[in-house]
Nanobody, 121 residues
Framework: QVQLVESGGGLVQAGGSLSLSCAASGNIGSINGMGWYRQAPGKQRELVAVITREGTTNYADSVKGRFTISRDNAKNTVYLQMNSLKPEETAVYYC???????????????WGQGTQVTVSS
């Protein structure tokens, strides 16, 4: 079994910073992309940032210049540093990873449980 465990969510004032982390564990063969998504109440889940195994990153336009995604392949962990946070970015932030187990010949999507980020005005 594979699981993603997230941490780092919480309450922060507008303009403040927060750092999220997500560690994948279990029967992992290899991990391709990892990333962060968020879902605000009543809204669709949206991509925030993704990073390849080689370190190539892509960000939603709305977070470019403020958020930084990184990963530690040895620890199977992905991070999201969020700076200059805005109230409209209040959401549940979900970790995502594309993972293949040793017995699988394909990669599948795994999701974390989500961590609440609340940005106050």
């Amino acid at each position: 079994q594979v699981q993603l465990v997230e941490s780092g969510g919480g309450l922060v004032q507008a303009g403040g910073s927060l750092s999220l982390s997500c560690a994948a564990s279990g029967n992992i063969g290899s991990i391709n992309g990892m990333g962060w998504y968020r879902q605000a109440p009543g809204k669709q889940r949206e991509l925030v940032a993704v990073i390849t195994r080689e370190g190539t990153t892509n960000y939603a336009d709305s977070v470019k210049g403020r958020f930084t995604i990184s990963r530690d392949n040895a620890k199977n962990t992905v991070y999201l540093q969020m700076n200059s946070l805005k109230p409209e970015e209040t959401a549940v932030y979900y970790c995502h990873a594309n993972i293949r187990t040793p017995i699988q010949y394909y990669y599948r999507d795994y999701w974390g449980q989500g961590t609440q980020v609340t940005v106050s005005s």
